[in-house]
């Protein structure tokens, strides 16, 4: 019996060819069927993300199986077999063990110690289980690897701290209103980093979105993007007083809002606080604004240190979830060899 992994990820390939890969949830259980039934296997879960697509198999034996397999792949999604031959790591115990518990750690994602993975990892042993495609070693590899994630992210700071702009936004906003889906969005301009920060905004399930932009025809597609509505930029100060977040991403060569423009609004919003996020290079909000009570104002540099400072963080604890990825895979391993395919 042995445990083997045959996948890629975003360190092995690129998107173009992890999209050609990856396992569309409808059609999971075709695909664990067809790996069991075509291979002679007696268990199989398949883990694909937008980041990685992993077959992970019990083999009766080493040998074909890594060569079978990427023919499965090759096969099912009707791809070249040559468009393969850069992307595919292939992983024998005990590193296939130790690859999923770091995976389940997230130790091996993208973005180090992100949580989703543990969810998804937990999602693909269920749909195998539902489907009949889990037995008794991978029941016991999976829930070990599992609890060696929660156990790594309960341990350490491997999952603390937002890394990205984006992130760091967040986190800033629900410092200040908890609850962000009642919140209203304003967002001026259209730059890269402002439609990133808005995506993870949405995300916490904000639905008023305001887009301003000197120009119609970038605005209506960001607005559309991300179900908001365009508002006039010549309107501006009507538009903050409605927002409760305000992302700014203007190639502008002045103030857009002023101290004593806040000032204004936030007494026609008899205080009701203001968050604003200046991503724009050079600054387009006057950095006296923050000055003012109940208001919130970060620029990029700002953004940029707190997502820096998090990585640190989270690089640091590196080692010791490394130490309990290695204390339960050999954990794992031993009641293997010592009690056959339990």
Known sequence: MEI???????????????????????????????????????????????????????????????????????????????????????????????????????????????????????DAYASAVNHGSVGSVFHRLFQTALRAGKEARSRTRIGQGAVSIGSVGVELARRIFRDLSSKTILVLGAGQIAKSTLTCLKAQGIQKILVANRTLETAVPLAESVGGRVVPFADLEASVTQADIVICSTSADRWLLTRAQIQAI?????????????????????PRIGQLENVYLYDIDDLEGIASSNLQMRLSEIEACSEIVEREMNGFLAKINGHGSA
Request: hydrophobic share 40%; charged share 25%; aromatic share 6%.
């Open 4 to 122: 083997a992994v045959l996948g890629l990820n975003h360190r092995s390939a690129p998107v173009e060819l992890r999209e050609r890969v990856a396992f569309q949830e409808e059609k999971l259980p075709a695909a664990l069927a067809a790996v069991r039934r075509e291979l002679d296997l007696p268990e199989c879960v398949i883990l694909s993300t937008c980041n990685r697509v992993e077959l992970y198999t019990v083999l009766p034996e080493r040998d074909g199986h890594e060569s079978k397999l990427k023919s499965f792949l090759t096969q099912f999604h009707r791809l070249e077999p040559e468009s393969l031959n850069k992307g595919l790591y292939w992983h024998l115990q005990p590193d296939s063990v130790r690859h999923l518990f770091r995976v389940a750690a997230g130790l091996d994602s993208m973005v180090v110690g992100e949580s989703e993975i543990l969810g998804q990892v937990r």
């Open 266 to 286: 936030m007494s026609a919003r008899r205080q009701r606080p203001l968050f604003l996020i200046d991503i724009s290079v050079p600054r387009n909000l006057d």
